[in-house]
């Protein structure tokens, strides 16, 4: 699995193309994250139910899943800087909406009925988009970037993702204060419209070679190559039963306000917090990447992730309760660094669309699945034992994966 490496740490950077890629993803996903946080504090205002956090993971999470696998399909029969732009578009729609809602139109009636149904119908239809933005950003980077910066690249990306996200965690918090709900989805509405233009200055890419098999046939060929690729299927299987039960942040809201009463801005940092952890892990394995035993390093990370959502859930103190988050996004990030590149070295370019798009369904399986089993458990298990459960499972999947799948666990590249 050895591939040719460049020692520059910013060598892809250095490639005008993937320089105005990674800005105008910066915008897309920092607003994305900005209106994830102010949508779990928007929905939470309104109900002051747990549950309800689960069912904005549980909206956007049906059409995400369902769609992934025909969403490669497409992007591999198409111009994939075309799908990035059409994606982009997209999203920019839907929180405009979101916005003309927050301003007035379903906030005269006397109860919160009309306005939560237009929140989880536009998180729904999020959901559609991101199907296919996810494999589309990602199977367009090997066209950007030369095989031997690839890896180089790829650890940019997720960097830059995490940098992104972070970034708009914490400023969502700050504007929800500042300008409010409305105020804070016109901004979001700005950065996405901006991120639309830069991405417009990426040069048209060839469409990959298109074949004459039917949808199903071209799906199932993307399924076989994870399902018989042993090193990228144990790493997404971990990534997915991990964060599916150790998914403490879709709570975070509750803890911020409910248990350790730290209004929005605390909120917006407890937020970011993990991926503030990320950020500093992703940047050190950039300038210094490993060099061996990816996979049992990989193991280890996730077995201290859960370790640290445990710690997250019995903490009352709001330092303490940073520290566990950061601590896991640290651990987290190097899972993020090490599947992503397995995924960009062993995935043929013309497989890209449909291996992307299950990466994505398994990512937003975990992701939202993993905050709809968050509410459903803090509704019967109580805020706290909820999230210690959650991070004694992913312990035991952790213990589970090293004896069960030996090739991860030896896993080098």
């Keep these: 699995m050895k ?3 460049d020692k520059d740490p910013f060598a892809a950077l250095r490639i005008t193309e993937f320089r105005n890629f990674s800005i105008a993803r910066f915008l897309f996903i920092m607003g994305l994250r900005m209106m994830g946080t102010l949508v779990g504090w928007w929905v939470y205002e309104l109900t002051n139910d747990p549950l309800a956090l689960g069912l904005i993971g549980l909206s956007e999470v049906i059409p995400a899943v369902s769609m ?27 929180v405009l909406i979101l916005f003309l809602i927050s301003g007035g139109f379903f906030m005269k009636p006397a109860s919160n009925t009309p306005l939560l149904t237009g929140i989880y119908t ?6 559609l988009v991101r199907a296919f933005s996810g494999p589309s950003f990602g199977a367009i980077i090997s066209q950007i970037v030369p095989t031997p910066k690839l890896a180089n690249a790829t650890t940019w990306t997720q960097s830059i993702w995490l940098m992104a996200s972070v970034t708009g965690h914490s400023l969502a918090g700050f504007m929800i204060v500042g300008f409010g709900i409305s105020g804070t989805l016109f901004f979001i509405v700005l950065q996405l419209l901006l991120a639309a233009l830069i991405f ?26 994870v399902w018989t690729t042993k090193e990228v299927l144990g790493a997404l299987t971990l990534d997915l039963f991990a964060v599916l039960f150790g998914g403490a942040v879709a709570l975070v809201p509750v803890f911020a306000k409910d248990i350790l009463q730290v209004g929005p801005i ?11 952890g990320a950020i500093f892990c992703v940047i050190l394995l950039t300038v210094f990447p490993l060099q061996k035993k990816q996979g049992k390093v990989l193991l280890f990370a996730v077995g201290g992730f859960g370790l640290s959502i445990i710690l997250f859930g019995v903490s ?8 566990a988050l950061f601590i896991g996004g640290a651990l987290d990030g190097i899972s993020i660094v090490v599947r ?11 497989l890209r669309g449909r291996v992307m798009s299950v990466n994505s369904m398994f990512i937003n399986s975990s992701n939202e699945l993993g905050q709809f089993e968050s509410g459903v458990a803090a509704r019967m298990l109580g805020v706290v034992p909820s999230v210690v459960f959650g991070g004694c499972i992913t312990l035991f999947v952790v213990i589970l994966t090293w004896f069960k799948s030996p090739s991860l666990r030896k896993l080098e590249y």
């Design 68 to 94: 992934s696998l025909y969403a490669g399909h497409v992007v591999d029969q198409n111009n994939r800087r075309t799908m990035v732009l059409r994606s982009v578009v997209a999203y920019t729609l839907l």
């Design 122 to 127: 536009v998180i729904f239809l999020t959901g």
């Design 200 to 225: 417009n200055t990426i040069g048209s890419k060839p469409t990959p070679v298109q074949n004459d098999k039917k949808t199903w046939d071209s799906v199932k060929e993307g399924i076989r190559f």
């Design 266 to 276: 605390g909120f917006g940092w407890l937020n970011a917090a993990a991926d503030f």
């Design 340 to 350: 992503g590149t397995i995924l960009q070295l062993k995935t043929p370019d013309a």
């Design 3 to 5: 591939q040719p490496t």
């Design 316 to 323: 009352k103190l709001f330092w303490l309760s940073f520290i």
